[in-house]
């Protein structure tokens, strides 16, 4: 059994109401690849801090703006990645927060190579 991770992310309302920004990159782009990436990393790294805490159940908590600067992204790029991760089913977000789903496909994304396309 996989074990879930729960990371509470407060963002703006219109994250949680499926709108996205409509000035988004191709999805087919290396800049797209890249902010997927970026967001990725951002997400991982956050859910590590917390295990290396000792707090890993405990639910995480950080502004849109913070998770953004985290992962070098606009705050609009940073919703539509992760409003993407939900569509996708590695992520579920929540008003109270985030639920890593499939960790391991966050890692591989996380890792992917722009270039080995």
């Keep these: 059994m ?6 509470c992310i ?13 000035s988004a990159p191709d999805p087919l782009t290396d800049e797209h690849e890249i902010e997927r990436k970026k967001a990725a990393t ?3 790294e956050l859910h590590n801090l917390y295990i290396s805490t000792g707090e890993a159940k405990k639910p995480m908590v950080i502004s849109l703006p ?3 600067k985290m992962a070098d ?3 609009e790029r940073t919703a539509s990645v992760f409003l993407e991760f ?24 996380a890792r992917q190579s722009i ?3």
Aim: no cysteine; aromatic share 8%; glycine share 6%.
């Design 115 to 117: 270039l080995t396309r």
């Design 66 to 68: 913070d998770m953004a």
């Design 42 to 44: 951002a997400l991982l």
């Design 10 to 22: 407060t963002f703006f309302s219109n994250i949680f109401s499926g709108t996205s920004d409509t």
């Design 2 to 7: 996989k074990k879930l991770f729960v990371l």
């Design 73 to 75: 992204l606009s705050e």
């Design 86 to 109: 939900k569509e996708e089913g590695l992520i579920q977000m929540e008003k109270s927060g985030i639920l890593i789903l499939k960790r391991s496909k966050l890692k591989k994304i």
